[in-house]
């Protein structure tokens, strides 16, 4: 079946960084475009970031020129690298990626940054 496991999370100073990681199994990942969510309880999960099967990466604007994610097609992997990290960005991280219509979710990783 289908697995995400992210890794990464934890607690860093406003300015700091910090890089996650996203194991995938069961797709023949190199093929599929992963995502990058976040969420705090009672809001909508936000897209961050996204990277497809050529690695063209897509951003939203709160994060762009801060946050970078790539892919290692050898590793099943998939990182998003967090950097000059606010408040604002604490939240839980989630990877993403869909097959034929049904979602797929890693277990989530916690990012909190603090003043």
């Known amino acids: 079946q289908v697995q995400l496991v992210e890794s990464g999370g934890g607690l860093v100073q406003a300015g700091g960084s910090l890089r996650l990681s996203c194991v995938v199994s069961g797709i023949t990942f190199r093929f599929f475009t992963m995502n990058w969510y976040r969420q705090v309880p009672g809001k909508e999960r936000e897209l961050v970031a996204k990277v497809n099967s050529g690695a063209t990466t897509q951003y939203t604007a709160s994060v762009k020129d801060r946050f970078t994610t790539s892919r290692d097609n050898a590793k099943n992997t998939v990182y998003l690298q967090m950097n000059s990290l606010k408040p604002e960005d604490t939240d839980v991280y989630y990877c993403?990626?869909?097959?034929?219509?049904?979602?797929?979710w890693g277990q989530g990783t916690q990012v909190t940054v603090s003043l």
């Open positions: 993403n990626t869909v097959l034929l219509s049904t979602s797929y």
